[in-house]
């Protein structure tokens, strides 16, 4: 069996099209628009030898770019303008869009797509790389 045959069983990726998933119960995360967005997604897969998991892209609107992160992990720290969290906390609910692995899933779909079910993007690191990314030259 290769690789491509191992489909991730998590109860929070979709069967068929696409699905708002409840942030902070399973993942938190971080969206970064437009072109912005897929320089740090390349970054990032560089920084992880090709692995920096779970990261969502949009087709259309604002192309934004979801970097899928531990639950809890984006609701107490200063992130640099330019980023979106999405997180739960008290009077506050947010929402992320998460595609199927496969079939139709426009305007979205996986730019890395999860390896396990609870394997996310290294907070520490996608701070760090967005820091540097939108700190002026």
């Known amino acids: 069996m290769n690789e491509e045959d191992q489909e991730v069983k998590a109860d929070w990726i979709p069967v068929s099209g696409f699905q708002l998933r409840k942030a902070g119960v399973q993942f938190d995360a971080v969206r ?14 560089a920084l992880t030898g090709g692995d920096p998991g779970p990261v969502v892209v949009e087709a ?15 609701a107490h720290r200063a ?10 906390g008290p009077a ?8 199927a692995l496969k079939g139709r899933t426009w305007p979205l779909a996986w730019r890395f797509p ?20 939108f700190t002026p030259s």
């Open 32 to 45: 970064v628009d437009g072109d912005e967005g897929r320089r740090l997604a390349d970054w990032i897969e």
């Open 60 to 74: 259309n609107g604002r192309r934004g770019v979801y970097f899928l992160v531990p639950p809890g992990s984006t």
């Open 79 to 88: 992130w640099p303008r330019g980023v979106t969290r999405f997180n739960a």
């Open 92 to 99: 506050h609910v947010s929402y992320v869009p998460v595609p």
């Open 114 to 133: 999860p390896t396990c079910a609870d394997r996310f993007v290294h907070p520490l690191l996608l701070r760090s790389a967005v820091a540097e990314l």
